[in-house]
């Protein structure tokens, strides 16, 4: 089992700036992939950015060149730093990791909330 811990969530103001941490723990070895998610209300949860342990990423669209993923293998943790926040951001943000291409892990959920 896997357990994921989120933190860095809050309130931030539009153009305002946010760092996600994730930690991963317990039987935490051949994460391949860690990522995060969000889901804003009465929406479905989308995947906003992706890392490999390799460190290839992958980004949403609505993210890209705004949020950068990172990770740290040594400490399987990873990182999501949002900069240029807008309101259409605001969501609760998931970290996910996936272990052997089989087993997929979530957070609790981190609250990211954008005033305009």
């Known amino acids: 089992q896997v357990q994921l811990v989120e933190s860095g969530g809050g309130l931030v103001q539009a153009g305002g700036s946010l760092r996600l941490s994730c930690a991963a723990s317990?039987?935490?070895?051949?994460?391949?992939?860690m990522g995060w998610y969000r889901q804003a209300p009465g929406k479905q949860r989308e995947l906003v950015a992706i890392?490999?342990?390799?460190?290839?990423?992958n980004y949403a669209d609505s993210v890209k060149g705004r949020f950068t993923i990172s990770r740290d293998n040594a400490k399987n943790t990873v990182y999501l730093q949002m900069n240029s926040l807008k309101p259409e951001d605001t969501a609760v943000y998931y970290c996910?990791?996936?272990?052997?291409?089989?087993?997929?892990?979530w957070g609790q959920g981190t609250q990211v909330t954008v005033s305009s």
């Open positions: 996910n990791a996936n272990q052997y291409g089989v087993y997929n892990y």
């Open positions: 317990g039987s935490a070895f051949s994460i391949n992939v």
């Open positions: 890392i490999t342990s390799g460190g290839s990423t």
